[in-house]
């Protein structure tokens, strides 16, 4: 997880929306609900091994997920926090929301 941290924030601007030498201003930073994590990140922060994050991807139960190339899969970090957020449940006696 720290790793993601790391990799995310080395991508932000600098505070402030301007640049790090105090120069013109650029653009400002994405809100975090934008932010995309690579499959192997996802499946860190959900505590899945990544092939079981690719079965559940295969299958339509897991979060969604954006295709950003022919062969690279990302996930927003928001989407991955509704992806639990809906999966919690109050007792194991607790019917699932996903089941019809």
Not at 64 to 90: H, K, Q
Request: charged share 20%; hydrophobic share 40%.
């Amino acid at each position: 997880m720290k790793s993601t941290l790391r990799n995310t924030a080395a991508t932000l601007p600098a505070p402030g929306g301007g640049s790090a030498r105090g120069g013109h201003a650029t653009a400002e930073a994405p809100p975090l609900q934008t932010l995309v994590v690579t499959e192997a990140e996802a499946a860190r922060i959900l505590r899945l091994s990544p092939r079981s994050l690719q079965r559940l991807r295969l299958d339509g139960g897991g979060p969604p997920f954006c295709r950003l190339s022919e062969r690279r899969i990302g996930y927003v970090l928001a989407d991955l926090t509704m992806w639990l957020s809906a999966r919690t449940a109050a007792s194991t006696s607790s019917p699932r929301k996903d089941a019809a």
